[in-house]
Nanobody, 122 residues
C-alpha cells in the first residue's frame, strides 16, 4: 500500500508560480511511475506523468511549456512546478502512483493522494 500526501497548493495571482510536492510512503518509490491529475469541476483530467527514473515525461497540451514534473527518488517525492499560472488552472490537484508505466489515463493508477487546492485569481 502506497500512501501519497500532496502539499504546496494555495492562492496565487495569474502569471504567478507554485510548486506542488507529493511525498510517498513507499520505500521502493523508484519502482513507481507517478502522475499529477486535477479536478477543476466534476471530471478529473490528466496534467503530467513521469517514469520510474524520470527519463520519460508526458504533459497535457494545456500545461505543456508551463508546468514541469520531476522526481527525487532519494526523497520519495515527486514535484510539479507550475509557472505562468492561469485562472483555468484552478483545481484540486492529485498525485497518483502505479507500478506500470507513466500513463495518461486516470484508471491506470492504483494509488492516489487526498489532493491539494490550487486557486489562480485573475
Amino acid at each position: 500500500q502506497v500512501q501519497l500526501v500532496e502539499s504546496g497548493g494555495g492562492l496565487v495571482q495569474a502569471g504567478g508560480s507554485l510548486r506542488l510536492s507529493c511525498a510517498a510512503s513507499e520505500r521502493t518509490f523508484n519502482n513507481y511511475a507517478m502522475a499529477w491529475f486535477r479536478r477543476p469541476g466534476k471530471e478529473r483530467e490528466f496534467v503530467a506523468s513521469i517514469s520510474w527514473g524520470g527519463g520519460t515525461t508526458y504533459y497535457s497540451d494545456s500545461v505543456k511549456g508551463r508546468f514541469t514534473i520531476s522526481r527525487a527518488n532519494a526523497k520519495n517525492t515527486v514535484y510539479l512546478q507550475m509557472n505562468n499560472l492561469k485562472p483555468e488552472d484552478t483545481a484540486v490537484y492529485y498525485c497518483a502512483a502505479d507500478i506500470r508505466g507513466p500513463a495518461v489515463v486516470a484508471d491506470n493508477y492504483v494509488y492516489w493522494g487526498q489532493g491539494t487546492q490550487v486557486t489562480v485569481s485573475s
